[in-house]
């Protein structure tokens, strides 16, 4: 069985959600296969955490007096994707300075890219844009993400569309 799960180099991640991508956790039975899995998943987090290569070890040392294991698991996460350059185009509603700022996630540039935040970013924009009435608002990203100098390059394509204005008239009770 597995006794204890020790997690070495996480930052800037949580401990948590190292232990929470794994399908190992203490009192499961020990399988060197199911070991060599979980680095698999978790170098998977990593890279949807913005790094380009990360190497993960999970060690298994057997505690002699019970004969149960510990699990050791070792990050090296790597470089860091850093946002390169931000473009954006298809705006007339808001400044590109203004939509910029809204993606919290590429504000500045050679930042740690995290593709997770950015789309949740553009899921945030769209939501702003149909606010003030743009409801058939197309926002295209392109990310030219390079593994040689772990640059991101971003285009955002928007397609605002009509604007729409709802006025309600005669109603005196509300």
Do not use: C
Not at 6 to 34: C, W
Not at 50 to 77: C, M, N, T, W
Request: a positive charge; aromatic letters at 10%.
């Amino acid at each position: 069985r597995i006794k204890d799960i020790r997690v070495h180099g996480k930052y800037p991640l949580f401990e948590n959600q190292i232990l929470k991508t794994m399908t190992l956790y203490p009192g499961d039975a020990f399988s060197p296969s199911e070991a060599k899995t979980q680095s698999r998943l978790i170098a998977d987090l990593f890279r949807k955490n913005g790094y380009i290569d990360p190497r993960v070890e999970v060690a298994h040392r057997q505690d002699p007096s019970d004969g149960h294991y510990f699990l050791d698991v070792h990050i090296d996460k790597g470089r860091p994707y850093r946002l390169r350059r931000l473009t954006i185009s298809g705006n007339q509603a808001f400044q590109k300075d203004s939509l910029r700022w809204k993606l919290k996630s590429v504000r500045w540039d050679n930042t740690r890219f995290e593709e997770i935040n950015f789309q949740e970013d553009l899921k945030n924009l769209r939501t702003d844009y149909i606010r003030q009435g743009y409801a058939d608002v197309v926002i295209t990203p392109d990310i030219a993400a390079h593994t040689e100098t772990g640059n991101v390059d971003i285009h955002i394509q928007i397609i605002e569309g009509p604007i729409y204005e709802i006025k309600f008239s005669g109603n005196i009770a509300f």
